[in-house]
């Protein structure tokens, strides 16, 4: 892992009588990104800033702010695209230490934007608590899956958040109540911008014998239909609206198993894309192209990108 590693002292206002204090925060300086996408693909970041905290967060949103500093959101890197050339300014990783889970009692449970999918679903199980079972195998974190309203199977995130946690531009945290966010296909409209750093879950009640039941049926469906232990983004288009799916669109295109370096279609779901060596983000980019073309001539629709592209890239 590459990476120039270091703990910067971040103020934080109004703390004692000697003046503001300071906090530690860690940070690492031009690391490269590929080792936190799950595609494995991506140049460097000017830094990466890993918060232990929702006021971590506050801070650090608050310093770049006055910087003037660029601040960029992952969680787990699924669904993310970095260019070679990687990015200017911040990027602020959740994934590695917002990762505590609360179970308060009854039906309710509130997780940090860090928690990976997988890991919630099982704390979950253990306690008997059913819903999140769909998405049990997405490689995703809380945070960005909310952001992103990810579902499976019938199934969306958005169904069981109650209220979620926002930190705005100016590291100001504001929860705003479900029914206040507009969560629709693969997309969420929060009414105050910025990052997730908590949400509030409610589940039904079960048993953990039929949970864990349910969250390995819908995986060895999962493993039957997907790729399984690839470098993948996951979902590479979004189903368009009232036609087939990505992946049946792409499959009729020709698409499935087709390449660019070491980037292609997978030969088992056709709207996955996979990492099979040494891919390149524009080997990725170029493919993603080929498959926009492919079906638009073949079926007169403009598939639209699931994955989020950082970075500048060749036109």
């Known amino acids: 892992m590459s990476g120039n590693w270091e703990r910067l002292s971040f103020r934080r206002e109004g703390a004692g009588k000697g003046g503001p204090a300071l906090?530690?925060?860690?940070?690492?300086?031009?690391?490269?990104?590929?080792?936190?996408?799950?595609?494995?693909?991506?140049?460097?970041?000017?830094?990466?800033?890993?918060?232990?905290?929702?006021?971590?967060?506050?801070?650090?949103?608050?310093?770049?702010?006055?910087?003037?500093?660029?601040?960029?959101?992952?969680?787990?890197?699924?669904?993310?695209?970095?260019?070679?050339?990687?990015?200017?300014?911040?990027?602020?990783?959740?994934?590695?230490?917002?990762?505590?889970?609360?179970?308060?009692?009854?039906?309710?449970?509130?997780?940090?934007?860090?928690?990976?999918?997988?890991?919630?679903?099982?704390?979950?199980?253990?306690?008997?608590?059913?819903?999140?079972?769909?998405?049990?195998?997405?490689?995703?974190?809380?945070?960005g899956a909310l952001s992103l309203n990810a579902g499976a199977y019938g199934r969306q995130i958005g169904d069981l958040a109650e209220w979620v946690e926002i930190a705005d531009a100016e590291g100001e945290i504001h929860r705003v109540e479900a029914a206040a966010v507009r969560f629709g296909y693969r997309e969420t409209d929060f009414p105050v911008k910025g990052i997730v750093v908590r949400v509030g879950f409610r589940f039904a009640e079960g048993t953990r014998e039929a949970v864990f039941e349910l969250m390995r049926q819908w995986n060895e469906k999962r493993r039957a239909d997907q790729p399984w232990g690839e470098k993948t983004f996951g979902s590479t288009f979004r189903n368009p609206p009232g036609r087939e799916s990505a992946g049946l669109l792409l499959d009729r295109a020709g698409m499935k198993g087709q390449r660019e370096g070491d980037a292609c279609f997978s030969e088992k779901h056709a709207n996955f894309l996979l990492n099979r060596g040494r891919a390149t983000a524009a080997d990725v980019r170029r493919l993603m192209d080929r498959g926009q073309r492919a079906v638009s001539e073949t079926a007169g629709v403009l598939l639209v990108p699931e994955v989020k592209l950082w970075g500048e890239f060749d036109a």
């Open 23 to 143: 906090r530690s925060i860690e940070v690492s300086f031009h690391l490269k990104l590929r080792d936190y996408t799950t595609i494995g693909i991506g140049g460097a970041a000017e830094r990466v800033v890993f918060p232990r905290s929702p006021a971590e967060v506050r801070e650090i949103l608050s310093a770049e702010r006055r910087a003037g500093r660029a601040v960029y959101t992952m969680g787990a890197g699924s669904n993310l695209l970095v260019s070679d050339g990687g990015v200017a300014g911040t990027v602020l990783c959740t994934k590695k230490h917002l990762s505590k889970v609360v179970f308060l009692g009854g039906q309710t449970v509130v997780a940090e934007a860090g928690v990976m999918l997988p890991r919630l679903a099982v704390l979950c199980a253990l306690s008997g608590l059913s819903g999140i079972e769909p998405l049990s195998g997405i490689p995703g974190t809380v945070g």
